[in-house]
């Protein structure tokens, strides 16, 4: 059974940082391309990040690059988000995923519909 369990969210303050790890087990984790999505109260899960199952590429939604950086450890089968320079409307539940697709297959993947598993969430306040 594949599961995902997403840690590391909380209350800071604007300005403030947070790593959010995500723990996959039941997979090959390192074959697959991964991603972290958000979805704050009202609105539609948004892309975040991505990143090959190398780790050698990623992508990144405009209003996070720069600020935002993931990656992955194939040998712990996690993937993590370092978020610098939080603000206020980072506020959301963040989401990692992993999209099964063919081994070797480098490509990083933006919608959410491609993505196969997702974990439970976690929760990312950001005060003014």
């Known amino acids: 059974q594949v599961q995902l369990v997403e840690s590391g969210g909380g209350l800071v303050q604007a300005g403030g940082s947070l790593r959010l790890s995500c723990a996959a087990s039941?997979?090959?984790?390192?074959?697959?391309?991964a991603g972290w999505f958000r979805q704050a109260p009202g609105k539609e899960r948004e892309f975040i990040s991505a990143?090959?199952?190398?780790?050698?590429?990623?992508t990144y939604a405009d209003s996070v690059r720069g600020r935002f950086t993931i990656s992955r450890d194939n040998a712990e089968n996690a993937v993590y988000l370092r978020m610098n320079s939080l603000k206020p409307e980072d506020t959301a539940v963040y989401y990692c995923?992993?999209?099964?697709?063919?081994?070797?297959?480098?490509?990083?993947?933006?919608?959410?519909?491609?993505?196969?598993?997702w974990g439970q969430g976690t929760q990312v306040t950001v005060s003014s």
């Open positions: 039941g997979l090959t984790f390192s074959w697959y391309p």
């Open positions: 995923a992993i999209k099964r697709t063919r081994f070797g297959d480098d490509r990083t993947y933006t919608n959410a519909v491609d993505y196969v598993y």
């Open positions: 990143i090959t199952w190398s780790g050698g590429s990623t």
